[in-house]
């Protein structure tokens, strides 16, 4: 076997093996949820969005039909408030998988099967879709007199009559149709009711509806087999519900688990009967991760930038657990934490309220988490993008490693895995993000989730767009401190370290102090410092433009010597001491991305300790100026 081949084959292996893992989890979280009374889809229903009521006669006329739609209002960022739509949505009889075949929905359905006309048959210009029309009406009326011909309920018997009496051979004739044709165009979904009561509310079409699912399940299924998820003996389901409600995944859904080209077809087995599950096991992964996309802010968010939607779950963890893995993913906690090292002693404080002892932890105290990160292929496939399983306190442990590399001196940037992204990828003309699919996400959580290196890739990106906007911020500085430790071995204290001789770290050093003696030299009056002018050139190729700061040094220091006599000699001698600190051997051509990137941090470092010494001056003489003036002020005493 080829390298390559070999390689996908492991890699194919793998992730088979972590989606049994994943959903055998999800299905045992289900259970956990129903045990615990959580208001969640029992076995054979779901939540559907229902658009319009279809209120009929006891004999089957219809009455009319009402739309659904309703506005509430939402607060917005900026304190305004803004009108968005809903629809109602009820528990329903599970969606029926039918891809392009026929089968109607029990209940519910779209205009096709509920009237036999829909947006493509309206206008009768297409014979082929009027005579799919009314094939799904056709199947609709079969489905509900096999299910409703013995049951004695009025909204049964109307339903039956509507079926029977609703003329949809001529349907394009109906005045009501004629008249209200906005709602037979659009993209409605249709539930009976009868004297303002829907089906669902009716006992007896629901009993009737559970013993149907019990013994014919969703999916068309035609085989019976073992689960490979929980290993009993049941229907095999042949094609898997579609996963709806995650922001990452088109609207009309999509399945997690699909077998429809023969290429995943094996042993003589096609669909879903290549990987039996079954209908069961399929309805309780996909309810619960339904139910965790539907939990925004608890168990699940979407990533701002890739546009993944990232979505965790435990077995056994409690509610203040679970807001610490939340916390823990997206770096936020309450709204005072604003700092680095607030937000480590937050984590300690959450994570380990207790003392830590690897041995003797039980699975409650220390419960394990199921991360996956979730979106959608073109809207044909649900792709798990990642996917991290671990205990709290392992997570937690490494996260506070990373935020622990990532601490500078008075930097209160929280390096978040957004904060990262939006400190790297590079902008598109309109001054948004460009979009990698969540690529870049991923490889930064797995980095601080797994404590292992961060990609070099992004090391580099977040250095292209500092030498394209000539701009070296706190949160930069942090990450690319953090880069050194983890990657290259290269410890660095939070604030700057005065000792250090790598010609890299001193680089970055002499060119903040050069915008310092420039700043001095010219009064602040200048277009722009040596750093926008030269940094690119400094962090990229040393040797060439090292002379050349040199001669602006100079220049300067010479021009304070002339003006500012004092100052000119204590920046001169700061000058001095640094270039002491250079290594003997020459200046290299070029810099590598270690090398780039301490120079970065040697460059903030220097800055930072400018400004703190400048601020700690100032302050000492406004305290001298508040003795004197108080000194003037008292009484003398000797008078």
Not at 417 to 425: H, N, V
Request: glycine share 6%; hydrophobic share 35%.
């Amino acid at each position: 076997m080829n390298g390559w081949k070999r390689e996908r084959f492991f890699t194919q292996e793998r992730w088979c093996a972590k989606t049994v893992s994943i959903i055998a989890s999800l299905c045992r979280y289900y259970d956990r949820l129903i045990a615990e009374g959580v208001p969640i889809s029992r076995d054979g229903w779901a939540p559907q969005k229902i658009t319009h009521l279809v209120h009929l006669n006891q004999d089957g006329t219809v009455k009319g039909i009402t739309s659904t739609e309703y506005e509430d209002e939402i607060q917005l960022r900026n304190g305004k408030t803004k009108k968005v739509k809903h629809f109602m949505t009820a528990q329903v009889p599970i969606r029926v998988v039918r891809s392009s075949n026929i089968r109607a929905n029990f209940f519910y359905d779209n205009s096709d099967y509920i009237f036999g006309i829909g947006a493509k048959s309206f206008d009768g210009n297409n014979s082929e879709e009027v005579r799919k029309a009314k094939e799904r009406f056709e199947a609709s009326r079969e489905l509900h007199h096999m299910l409703l011909d013995e049951v004695e309920s009025p909204i049964a018997k109307a339903i039956l009559n509507f079926f029977d009496i609703w003329d949809y051979k001529n349907v394009r004739d109906n005045p009501y149709v004629q008249n209200h044709a906005e709602i037979f165009t659009g993209t409605g979904v249709f539930l009976f009711c009868l004297d303002d009561e829907t089906i669902l509310d009716d006992s007896a079409c629901a009993n009737a509806y559970d013993a149907y699912y019990s013994e014919n399940g969703f999916s068309g299924s035609r085989e019976v087999g073992t689960d490979i998820i929980t290993g009993e003996h049941g229907d095999i389901c042949r094609i898997h519900p579609k996963i709806m409600g995650i922001p990452s995944i088109s609207g009309s859904g999509a399945p997690l688990c699909t077998a429809k080209h023969p290429s995943c077809w094996g042993y003589g087995r096609r669909d879903g009967y290549s990987a039996p599950m079954t209908e069961k096991t399929a309805f309780k992964y996909v309810t619960a991760l339904k139910y965790l996309a539907s939990a925004v802010g608890t168990h699940s968010f979407t990533e701002p930038l890739g546009g993944v939607t990232i979505l965790f779950w435990s077995e056994t963890a409690s509610e203040e657990q679970d807001k610490a893995m939340l916390s823990l993913l997206t770096g936020k906690a309450q709204a005072e934490i604003t700092t680095n090292a607030d937000y480590i002693d937050y984590i300690r404080n959450t994570c380990f309220a207790r003392p830590v002892n690897p041995d003797g932890i039980q699975d409650d105290e220390n419960p394990i988490y199921h991360i996956i990160g979730v979106d959608s292929r073109n809207g044909y496939v649900a792709r798990i993008k990642f996917e991290f399983e671990g205990r709290l306190e392992e997570f937690a442990q490494s996260v506070i490693r990373h935020y622990d590399d990532c601490r500078l001196d008075n930097v209160d940037a929280i390096m978040t895995p957004y904060r990262i992204m939006s400190e790297s990828l590079p902008h598109k003309a309109d001054g948004s993000f460009k979009d990698d699919g969540g690529k870049l996400y991923n490889n930064i959580l797995s980095a601080i989730v797994h404590g292992d290196n961060y990609p070099e890739h992004i090391i580099e990106m977040m250095l292209d767009r500092i030498n394209k906007e000539q701009n070296i911020n706190a949160a930069r500085a942090s990450f690319l401190k953090a880069a050194l430790a983890r990657n290259y071995e290269r410890s660095y204290p939070v604030s700057l370290d005065k000792e250090n001789t790598n010609v890299d770290y001193i680089m970055g050093r002499l060119l903040a102090l050069g915008d310092d003696i420039q700043y001095a030299a010219m009064s602040g009056k200048f277009s722009k410092s040596l750093s926008q002018r030269y940094m690119q050139g400094m962090m990229c190729w040393p040797a060439q433009f090292f002379p050349v700061i040199e001669t602006k040094i100079g220049y300067y220091l010479e021009k304070l010597g002339r003006w500012k006599p004092g100052l000119g000699v204590m920046l001169a001698r700061q000058h001095t001491e640094l270039l002491d600190l250079l290594p003997s051997d020459k200046v290299p051509a070029v810099f590598t991305t270690e090398q780039r990137s301490a120079f970065t941090l040697g460059f903030y470092q220097q800055r930072a300790e400018i400004i703190r010494v400048k601020r700690e001056k100032a302050a000492e003489k406004a305290a001298t100026a508040k003795e004197a003036t108080v000194a003037e002020s008292e009484p003398n005493s000797a008078a």
